[in-house]
T-cell receptor
Framework: DAKTTQPTSMDCAEGRAANLPCNHS???????VYWYRQIHSQGPQYIIH???NNETNEMASLIITEDRKSSTLILPHATLRDTAVYYC??????????????FGGGTRVLVKP | GAVVSQHPSRVICKSGTSVKIECRSL??????MFWYRQFPKQSLMLMAT?????????EQGVEKDKFLINHASLTLSTLTVTSAHPEDSSFYIC?????????FGAGTRLSVL
């Protein structure tokens, strides 16, 4: 069952902020929101994760709505090397839940010059 | 630097041969590692969960006798594709579970002729 919904693709301009939306309306209280990206022919790369507070690191910012039903990944200044498929994943950190990362279709982001 | 090392990055083999892929967790001990498979233009599909010192847990539809997993130490898991056939050609990716973040190897592209 798909637990997240993301746009299939989006373009963004180099140097501008890229805002990637994700809907996770059935998220439960113990599930975190994780973002990964996969550049062509490489393994997925961890970007950021959060529970309910907004998070920021050197790669991106994660904005989670107050009801936790959706989130937005923000790449503040997109570069051509940010072209990739971005995956939004909800995951429980409770051991009994298996801790599996289940990948959906993701958003194919193309950064254009 | 890489947190998870996967080897080889690419392998081409004849139909009927077996291929072993190694996955090493470099920065931490991993009691749990994961093996994924990705066909062209598709998302990652979890094949199995590799548990150190015990049998792997396979996802539904994945043949355990064909995809042998060994997790003999806290830093090494191996996937052996036995009697490989052209339909096994795919991108195989391993992952190591850290405290809250799952890290991925660079992937192994298997081509069976």
């Amino acid at each position: 069952d798909a637990k997240t919904t993301q746009p299939t693709s989006m373009d963004c301009a180099e140097g501008r902020a890229a805002n990637l939306p994700c809907n996770h309306s059935t998220i439960s209280g113990n599930e975190y929101v994780y973002w990964y990206r996969q550049i062509h022919s490489q393994g997925p790369q961890y970007i950021i994760h959060g529970l309910k507070n907004n998070e920021t690191n050197e790669m991106a910012s994660l904005i989670i709505t107050e009801d936790r039903k959706s989130s937005t990944l923000i790449l503040p200044h997109a570069t051509l090397r940010d072209t990739a498929v971005y995956y939004c994943i909800v995951r429980s950190l409770i051991k009994a839940a298996g801790n599996k990362l289940t990948f959906g279709g993701g958003t194919r982001v193309l950064v254009k010059p | 630097g890489a947190v998870v090392s996967q080897h080889p990055s690419r392998v081409i083999c004849k139909s009927g041969t077996s291929v072993k892929i190694e996955c090493r967790s470099l920065d931490f001990q991993a009691t749990t590692m994961f093996w994924y498979r990705q066909f062209p233009k598709q998302s990652l599909m979890l094949m199995a969960t590799s548990n150190e010192g015990s049998k792997a847990t396979y996802e539904q539809g994945v043949e355990k006798d064909k995809f042998l997993i060994n997790h003999a130490s806290l830093t090494l898991s191996t996937l052996t594709v036995t009697s490989a056939h052209p339909e096994d050609s795919s991108f195989y990716i391993c992952s190591s579970k850290g405290k809250n973040i799952q890290y991925f190897g660079a992937g192994t592209r298997l081509s069976v002729l």
